[in-house]
């Protein structure tokens, strides 16, 4: 009989899922709407089973395997308390027992960027990588590490939260409380944050932009890549900015940790190469020991918005050991 896991991606305004079967194909969907920020735990809560209730009356008959949960927030070493997420009200909330006796079978709980990551290794764009490294560029920046078969977490759970790694001493002040994150730099807000600059100076090199977004109430990151990919300089610029800043925080990555992949996800990575070609370039600039030793690839995610779900459903099978070498 077919076993099937169900995958659980929470965001900040939705919960999306999937039946997901061993190859890591997505058979059914699902997603509903919660509130932005003012989201209680139990609303959250009450729409992941409902989600998951939905889920099971399409599995027709097949084996669930267990409900694994990808969250964007901190979560603790125990893979079972959401420490704190930045766009909910879960602070030091014990998910997985929350849910233990209202879904069917284990429940997992994991940081969404790890989940991504996971999705990747096993069946996208980093499959038979031993050392691979998760870039998520949305509106801020996450990340997630895979080592040998198995998701690295660090001491406490929260390791892969390299979007807070400084790179400007003093500079643009973060959402985390700290000055000159990579996130201000190289992620979504960072691309609308300076086109919206340009536009409100009535800049004449944003013309075309302007052009394509009418008032910039309407200016967001999709907007702005896809005004590029039309062939707008200005919005090409943009974009290669962001990639610069990509690339050079990838070669304090590879300094610290000296991955074989890189893998690109996120709505960001939708640039495609006028992103990754920039990013690339900046990395080979700014690599420690250049022309010495071996360069990481630098590729795009392969598994789109799904990964979180993909992932987070796999997971549940577990990780590491004979699974993961026979997988890959």
């Given at each position: 009989?077919?076993?099937?896991?169900?995958g659980?991606?929470?965001?900040?305004t939705?919960v999306?899922?999937g039946?997901?079967?061993?190859?890591?194909q997505?058979?059914?969907?699902?997603?509903?709407?919660?509130?932005h920020r003012?989201?209680?735990?139990?609303v959250?809560e009450?729409?992941?089973?409902?989600v998951?209730?939905e889920?099971?009356?399409?599995?027709?008959g097949?084996?669930?395997?267990g409900?694994?949960?990808?969250?964007?927030?901190?979560?603790?070493?125990?893979r079972?308390?959401v420490?704190?997420?930045?766009?909910?009200?879960?602070?030091?909330?014990?998910?997985?027992?929350?849910l233990?006796?209202?879904?069917?079978?284990?429940?997992t709980?994991d940081?969404?960027?790890?989940?991504?990551?996971?999705?990747?290794?096993?069946?996208?764009a980093?499959?038979?990588?031993?050392?691979?490294?998760m870039?998520?560029?949305?509106?801020?920046?996450?990340?997630?590490i895979?080592?040998?078969?198995?998701?690295?977490?660090?001491?406490?759970?929260?390791?892969?939260?390299?979007?807070?790694?400084?790179?400007?001493?003093?500079g643009?002040?973060?959402?985390?409380?700290?000055r000159?994150?990579?996130?201000?730099?190289?992620?979504?807000n960072?691309?609308?944050?300076?086109?919206?600059?340009l536009?409100?100076?009535?800049?004449?090199?944003?013309?075309?932009?302007?052009?394509?977004?009418g008032?910039v109430?309407?200016?967001t990151?999709?907007?702005?890549?896809?005004?590029?990919?039309?062939?707008?300089?200005a919005?090409?610029?943009?974009?290669r900015?962001?990639?610069?800043?990509?690339?050079?925080?990838i070669a304090?990555?590879?300094?610290?940790?000296?991955?074989?992949t890189?893998?690109v996800?996120?709505g960001?990575?939708?640039?495609?190469e006028?992103?990754?070609?920039p990013a690339?370039?900046?990395?080979?600039?700014?690599l420690?020991?250049?022309?010495?030793r071996?360069?990481?690839?630098?590729?795009?995610a392969?598994?789109?918005?799904?990964?979180?779900?993909?992932g987070?459903?796999?997971l549940?099978?577990?990780?590491g050991?004979?699974?993961?070498?026979?997988?890959?």
């Open positions: 009989m077919t076993q099937l896991a169900i659980i991606d929470i965001g900040g939705k999306a899922g039946l997901v079967d061993e190859e890591g997505v058979l059914e969907r699902m997603r509903r709407d919660t509130p003012s989201t209680s735990p139990a959250v009450d729409t992941i089973v409902e998951v209730d889920l099971l009356g399409r599995a027709g097949a084996e669930i395997v409900v694994g949960i990808g969250a964007a927030g901190f979560v603790a070493a125990d079972a308390t420490v704190f997420a930045p766009h909910l009200s879960w602070r030091q909330e014990p998910l997985r027992d929350a233990a006796a209202r879904v069917p079978g284990p429940v709980v940081n969404d960027a790890n989940a991504a990551a996971w999705a990747e290794y096993r069946f996208g980093a499959r038979g990588e031993s050392h691979l490294m870039i998520t560029l949305g509106t801020g920046i996450g990340g997630g895979v080592v040998n078969g198995r998701v690295e977490r660090g001491r406490h759970g929260m390791a892969g939260e390299y979007g807070h790694m400084q790179v400007v001493p003093n643009v002040r973060c959402e985390c409380g700290n000159g994150c990579w996130e201000q730099y190289a992620s979504g960072a691309l609308v944050r300076e086109a919206r600059a536009l409100l100076a009535r800049s004449p090199i944003v013309e075309e932009l302007k052009a394509y977004v008032d109430d309407n200016l990151g999709p907007a702005i890549t896809e005004s590029a990919h039309r062939g707008d300089a919005a090409v610029e943009l974009i900015e962001i990639g610069e800043w990509l690339g050079l925080g304090n990555l590879a300094a610290a940790f000296d991955p074989g890189f893998v996800g996120g960001v990575s939708a640039a495609g006028l992103l990754l070609g690339r370039e900046a990395f080979r600039r700014q420690t020991g250049r022309g010495y071996p360069e990481a690839r630098i590729v795009a392969q598994l789109g918005s799904e990964a979180g779900l993909i987070a459903a796999d549940t099978r577990g990780e050991g004979a699974r993961s070498s026979s997988s890959v």
